[in-house]
């Protein structure tokens, strides 16, 4: 089955504490991404890569960061989690960069910063 | 700036009804619109895009959506809401340049009662 899977699903934390989530897709897309989602604020991409060993800032990158070793994973990684980082993350995968192409999203990983 | 507005924050409906949820954009060129449905504890769900061409684009589960160019909107639609139909709904759009970078509306309730 053609998806994206990311771990974990829930994470609870303590500020400072470095944490991973991890993000696959199996449909030999290119391009992923990481938003995250808000009350209120709808989703926003943090960072994206468009291909292997390339990734960029999205809109909200402060406090984020992520690599693009192979093609198939794009970790987030949260090197020192604030409160503010308490939300629901998503991952998300496409053929391309190109606007047109249908962005694919994995469950949703929900993490809360105390 | 590019910029999505879905301007009710709820849209409450009986089964049988037909439903709309709205949604109009600001975006520099072309865009690309599209559909995502969120249910509760899930991720979100590809609905429908529309890309060029006709201005009705019909998608999963019996929803369409209009493309109105003059006025900018791209509202989805279902002549007979089911309660199943309960969920988040977001617009989201993109454009040529784009890098991948979907640009979502803040997300609609969308509740059907029996």
């Known amino acids: 089955e053609a998806q994206v899977t990311q771990n974990p699903r829930y994470l609870i934390t303590v500020t400072g504490k470095k944490l991973t989530v991890t993000c696959s897709q199996n449909?030999?897309?290119?391009?992923m991404s990481w938003y995250r989602q808000d009350p209120g604020l709808g989703l926003r991409q943090i960072y994206y890569?468009?291909?292997?060993?390339?990734?960029d800032k999205g809109d909200v990158p402060e406090g984020y960061k992520v690599s693009r070793k192979e093609k198939r994973n794009f970790p987030l990684i949260l090197e020192s989690p604030s409160p503010n980082q308490t939300s629901l993350y998503f991952c998300?995968?496409?053929?391309?960069?190109?606007?047109?192409?249908?962005?694919?999203f994995g469950p949703g990983t929900r993490l809360t910063v105390l | 700036a590019q910029s999505v507005a879905q301007p009710e924050d709820q849209v409450n409906v009986a089964e049988g009804n037909p439903l709309t949820v709205k949604c109009t954009y600001s975006v520099s060129g072309n865009p690309y619109l599209f559909w995502y449905v969120q249910y509760p504890n899930r991720g979100l769900q590809f609905l429908l895009k529309?890309?060029?061409?006709?201005?009705l684009v019909k998608g999963s589960y019996g929803f369409e959506a209009e493309f109105n160019k003059s006025q900018t909107s791209f509202h989805l639609k279902k002549p007979s809401a089911l309660v199943s139909d309960s969920a988040l709904y977001f617009c989201a759009v993109s454009f040529g340049g784009s890098q991948g970078n979907l640009i979502f509306g803040k997300g609609t309730k969308l509740s059907v009662k029996p």
């Open positions: 449909m030999n897309h290119e391009y």
């Open positions: 890569s468009m291909n292997v060993e390339v990734t």
């Open positions: 529309y890309i060029t061409g006709d201005n």
């Open positions: 998300a995968s496409s053929l391309s960069s190109w606007g047109s192409d249908t962005q694919y």
